[in-house]
């Protein structure tokens, strides 16, 4: 199993001006929010790590980012590989994304995640346990805990029965959230991105998945009712985030408590 990252947003909501500023690449405690999930990804047993990204000017620069980022959680990153890959069309948005990253991607399974949301446990690790050869398992929310979440913002769900039957933002009847973390049958899924891709210029993973259930494929949910989580779609949501997850709290990203004393910074201090 491969893990992939969509991270070729363009972070409008941020307002920002410089073309280099990646959201995902915010501070939380003494690393960052995507290192939180290339971590979570790493102690769920994913080798290879695949992300997504746009804009990128110096590749090995990025990368040696996200290495020393992760070392600061602890990780030794020489047991696996970080594969990045460049979106030039971001305006295609995330479903032409996906569909980079699967054709990319070699083995049987994905584990795909946006690069955005971050929980309280690591969801991807029970994603993994629960999976029993879906086409598409989704990690939802049931909705018991409402707060702080933005239902106008959130991609809604109906499901009945383990299986998902409709997924959208502006669906009458939901029960459930898209809390952004999938394992995909990844040829499969590769396919229904293929078709779509030759139809259509922007695209997004919702629609992949709204074709996969009209193909007759399988698309599941496992719901995590108790898991803290947040979509930083915004500052305000990015100052909640830190305010959640701050180093006294008795929440953190993935379950990873700080790091006293990190791989990384054992390293540097043995050379």
């Known amino acids: 199993m491969e893990g992939l990252i969509l991270a070729a947003g363009c972070s409008s909501r941020f307002n920002s001006t410089d073309n280099a500023f990646k959201k995902y690449l915010l ?52 047991n696996f590989k970080l594969n990045i890959i460049e979106n030039r069309t971001p305006k295609r948005e995330n479903g032409y994304s996906l569909f980079l990253g699967l054709n990319a991607i ?7 995640s946006m690069a955005d949301h971050i929980f309280s446990e690591n969801i991807f690790s029970q994603l993994v346990m629960n999976y029993h050869r879906y086409d598409i398992l989704l990690a939802t929310d049931p909705i018991h805990l409402k707060d702080p979440y933005k239902l106008e913002d959130a991609t809604k769900i109906y499901g009945f029965n383990s299986f998902i039957t409709n997924i959208g933002k502006e669906i009458p009847k939901y029960n459930r959230l898209d809390m952004g973390a999938f394992l995909l049958r990844t040829k499969a899924i590769r396919n229904i991105c293929q078709e779509i891709k030759l139809n259509t210029y922007k695209f997004g993973v919702t629609n992949v998945i709204l074709l996969a259930i009209e193909s007759g494929l399988n698309v599941s949910y496992f719901d995590f009712p108790n898991v803290f989580w947040l979509d930083v779609d915004n500052p305000s949501i990015y100052h909640q985030l830190k305010e959640c997850f701050r180093e006294s709290s008795n929440l953190h990203p993935f379950g990873l408590f700080p790091q006293k004393h990190t791989f990384y910074k054992d390293k540097k201090e043995k050379t």
């Open 106 to 112: 070699s083995s049987e399974y994905t584990l795909l």
């Open 27 to 78: 501070k939380v405690n003494n690393s960052n929010i995507l290192s939180y999930i290339i971590t979570g990804m790493i102690k769920t047993g994913i080798s290879k790590i695949n992300i997504i990204a746009s804009k990128i000017s110096n590749k090995s620069k990025y990368k040696q980012i996200l290495l020393n980022s992760i070392g600061e959680l602890g990780i030794d990153f020489k």
